[in-house]
């Protein structure tokens, strides 16, 4: 299947993908069908379909600029260079959205966590770099889908001497997650269980934090649909027995969890 794989990664979007996770997924998608990758009309089928879902799941979330984040990394003096960092959050459809909100966003959560000492920020795309925004000192472990992505925000970290480690890591097959106070799962979950059904109960397994807080989407990408809250029953069964606080920005609903196991 290996040259299959680099034909579905044949694309700017997708190029820096591990061809590992590509493989799960088309493996996934091929089961139980009658395909023939070797004929040309199901070939293409195939790797349409495929790309469609990484499109989805990782592509979409990159504006075109994408691109030019560390050349604007190097203009960035320090922590206190707002409009420097405000660049780079513009960059990722998640964070361009929060932007104006960010401030408000922190100051409300760590109300109820308090000043964490340390962040666990999985699929983190660039939210890492609203670190001015928490007005904390914080410990900061972030977690991407590639190695590429990951080593963007290392960089980032290491330029403005924030202790922290970021690495990549494809969460529907985790075994192990760093301790931490407070961990964040903003605007991530929807996007996971689509590759995973179940693995948000997984993902609370495994964790070794205190608090949790997680996020979704009000509004579908690019801002045109309103998403409905009560689709989240899902999400409400599984943190059933914990203690929880919600809150809205315009774009995106946060729950503010407390981990009754932690
Ligand atoms: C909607 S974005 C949210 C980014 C960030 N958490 C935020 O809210 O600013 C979803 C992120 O999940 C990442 N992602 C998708 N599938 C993943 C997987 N299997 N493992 C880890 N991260 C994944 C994507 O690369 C993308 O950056």
Redesign the pocket.
Known sequence: MGPLIEEIKNKKELKSLNSD?VGSITKELLEGKKINIDKKSERKKIIKEVRSILHA??GV??KSKYTKKEKLLKDISSLKDTAGHNKILEL????KE?LEYYPSVYEKIFAITGKPKSIL???????PL?YPYMRLKTEYYA????EE?SKFIQSYFDKLKIKGKAY??????INTLPPADVC?????L???ET??RD?TKTIFEQLQTKWVVA?F?LKTIGGRKNISKRRLVWFEKIIKDCKYETFEIPN?VFYVIKLASK
């Open positions: 996770f799941v990782y979330f990159k990722h459809r998640s964070t929060r920020d999985l699929g983190c795309g660039l939210n609203s977690t991407e889908l590639t992505d990549s890591l494809d969460l529907t097959r964040f799962l903003f605007k991530l929807d996007t996971l590759l995973k693995i996020s989407p995106e």
